[in-house]
């Protein structure tokens, strides 16, 4: 019998001597304040039944919990507070027990931990993974979990936001146990239950659990600090997660939880939080695209790519990890060579660093099939184009797939720039034509730019976002134009590092700038990781269009004409004596920027970090706005999450239009018309800003998609 509770998303049941306490709060049960509000009650309810001799928690669904609220966070606080009920639960003076299926992260291992025992069934998975969003646990969970596996462990599970499975939270203390059945959540949480009552099994708190050999904890979790300082330069919550961990081991227990409550409002009112939860919701929000709203994905069972090269390789690896047979087509024996060696390559890789088995490439392979022949195309789902980048190769490429490929297939170019309309109508099909514009290393990197034409059909597109999801990409849906969202707002911004290197900024400087912003590499670093020569390639492409009356800045130029292209070279920007990965400033370039100075009559001056970051930002945000105003992005998150999976954006920042969001758009907007003083034409600035400003807006009010 179903009893009473004041809210909809938790109800009890008794079962025999066993109170039974269900969560269904969809799509992930997440603690809102309903949750939060029937949980206190059900257990208080349960607790002065008569005949219930235990408690059992479970919840509906593939997830146990998934933790708090996170779209609460920000917003005025609802009682009962997550500790609140956390203490409730383990205050009860009948055993509880929670039975956990699929995930139980942050407040909802809280709630796990704060129970008397408990069941975890094999597909479950236990984290705290707060860290991730620039928080910390803020229900016990500093203080519960050291108890049970540990400081050091605790501490270290926390930083790492990483889940760990059944087993391992049975061996690391935190379940009690890991059943071995099929039975359900609530059938095998009964089960156990029962067991327990038969045994008379007592209440048991975690709080009470005495933290051992203090001492050696306490310099562990220093060590600890130490590293984290260094992995995580300016997190702000790291450090506050090892504060509270070291109060478990100093505090009593109640004295600790409080200080856990301290500095977790912190965390809360840290800007990086806001940062964090904006691009938790914006790389979900990226998958909801106009086309979704009633296209049904084509089925894709197999999948072909054409090009071995590095790309074409990587997209092959990318496909057969999301379990498609993959056929790779060249255009000749020796090309095909290359190419299947490009891909045992990877996978080697992998096995050299102890990632995969040489048993697991083996049988990975057997769905791989190396072909020079177009006909063996005939039957692939979807084909994926990834050679040489011209327009003309790539036309008389797609012709041929238009005669080869069965109707339906789906034919994607990986091309990073070229216009995907002209190759979509080298076809009879150009409503088949797609844009997948992979990031290098293919396999690794987890933005995919989805580049929508002019004539393709809805469910096309939606096709291309089911095959992201498959592959574990983070899909960005883009407009066509040089350079799509990605590279057009690269190119602005490399474009005000160039002027502020010739006017007196140098090289190494504008790197550190940008790395204390919070980049893992500045751009002279990343130019020098990717190859110089591609950038050199692409303005000796652009040369022609440029505007002649457009700045043009040559040092790289310079560079690139002494063969210094970065790593692969042994130099570039930086010197890389013995094929060292971390570059040493070179005199000689240093030299190339004074010549260039001299050369235009330039003199320098200096540049603050502070004024660095301000044209770099105010150059990639201007851009990012020209190309939200030409569709080219649908919203501004979609730019940001580009940034966040694409480009190293820093992602306690949100993203590049979440971080001018933060700064004030009205602040960008007068950089850049300051900044026009000097250069009217490259800083333009763009009308949607303008009146963005105008009325008052920010770039958060264009998140919406319009129906
Ligand atoms: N709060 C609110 N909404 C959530 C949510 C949450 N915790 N988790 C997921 N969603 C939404 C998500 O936005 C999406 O919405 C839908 O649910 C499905 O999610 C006090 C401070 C559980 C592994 O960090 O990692 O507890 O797009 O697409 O791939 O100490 O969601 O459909 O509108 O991701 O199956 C800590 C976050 C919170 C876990 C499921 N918890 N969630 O993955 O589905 S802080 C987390 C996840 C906390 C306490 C602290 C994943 C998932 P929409 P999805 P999925």
Known sequence: MEHDNPSP????????????????????????????????????????????????????GKTFIAGADIREFGKPPVPPSLPDVCN??????????????????????????????????????????????GLMPGAGGTQRAPRLMGAKAAAEFMLSGKPMGAQAAFEAGLVDR??????????????????????????????????????????????????????????????????AVRASVELPFDEGLSLERRLFRGCIDSPQRAGLIHAFFAEREVSKVPEARGAAPRAVASLAV????????????????????????????????????????????LIAKGRITEAHKAATLTRFRPSTDFADLAAADLVIEAVFEDLEVKKAVFRQLDSE??????????????????????????????????????????????????????????????????????????????????????????????????????PYEIDSAVRAFGYPMGPCQVTDLAGGDIGWATRKRRA?????????????????????????????????PQGARTGQPDPEVLAIVDDERNRKGITPRSFPPEEIMRRYMAAMVNEGAKVLADGIALRPLDIDVTFLYG???????????R???????????????AFAEEDPLFWQPAPLLEALVAEGQDFASLNQLRS
């Open 306 to 349: 054409i090009g071995g090269g590095t790309m074409g390789a990587g997209i092959a690896v990318a496909a057969l990890d999301a379990g498609l047979p993959v056929t790779m087509l060249e255009r000749d024996g020796d090309s095909l060579a290359r190419g299947v060696a490009n891909v045992a390559k990877v996978y080697d890789g």
């Open 544 to 576: 022609a269009a440029r505007d002649p009356k457009a700045r043009y800045v040559e040092i790289a130029d310079r560079i690139c004409e002494r063969g210094w292209f970065g790593q692969k070279t042994g130099r570039g920007f930086y010197l890389y």
């Open 647 to 657: 480009y190293g954006f820093p992602r306690f920042r949100g993203g590049p239009m």
């Open 88 to 133: 409730r639960i383990e205050a009860c003076t009948k055993p509880v027990v929670v039975a956990l299926q699929g995930a139980a992260l942050g407040g909802g291992l809280e709630v796990a931990l704060s129970a008397h025992y408990r069941l975890a069934l094999p597909g479950a998975k236990v984290g705290l993974p707060e860290v991730d969003l």
């Open 405 to 506: 490929c069965k109707a339906g297939a789906v034919l994607a170019t990986n091309t990073s720039y070229l216009d995907i309309d002209a190759i979509a109508a080298a076809t009879r099909r150009p409503q088949d034509v797609i844009g997948l514009h992979f990031f290098s290393p293919a396999n690794i990197m987890k933005l995919l730019e989805i580049v929508v034409p002019a004539r393709v059909s809805p469910d096309v597109v939606v096709t291309a976002f089911e095959l992201a999801k498959r592959m574990k990409k983070v899909p960005v849906r883009a407009g066509v134009c040089d350079g799509f969202i990605g590279n057009r707002i690269l190119a602005s911004y490399k474009q005000a590092v160039d002027y502020m290197m010739e006017d007196g900024a140098s």
């Open 9 to 60: 998303a938790v109800t009890s049941h008794r079962y025999g001597r066993v109170w039974v306490i269900t969560v269904n709060n969809p799509p992930v049960n997440a603690l809102s304040a309903a949750v939060r509000l029937g949980l206190f009650a059900a257990i208080e309810q349960g607790e002065v039944q008569p005949d219930v001799g235990a408690v059992l928690i479970v919840s509906e």
């Open 659 to 673: 971080y001018a969001d933060t700064v004030g758009l009205s602040n960008i907007l007068a950089d850049i018309r």
């Open 178 to 243: 890991v059943t071995d059945s099929r039975l359900a959540a609530l059938d095998a949480g009964l089960a156990y239950a029962n067991e327990l009552l038969a045994q008379g099994a007592p209440v048991r708190r975690v709080r009470n659990i005495a933290m051992t050999k203090p001492e050696i904890s306490l310099s562990e979790l220093s060590d600890l600090a130490q590293d984290t300082a260094k992995k995580s330069p300016g997190l702000y919550s790291p450090l506050k997660i090892l504060e």
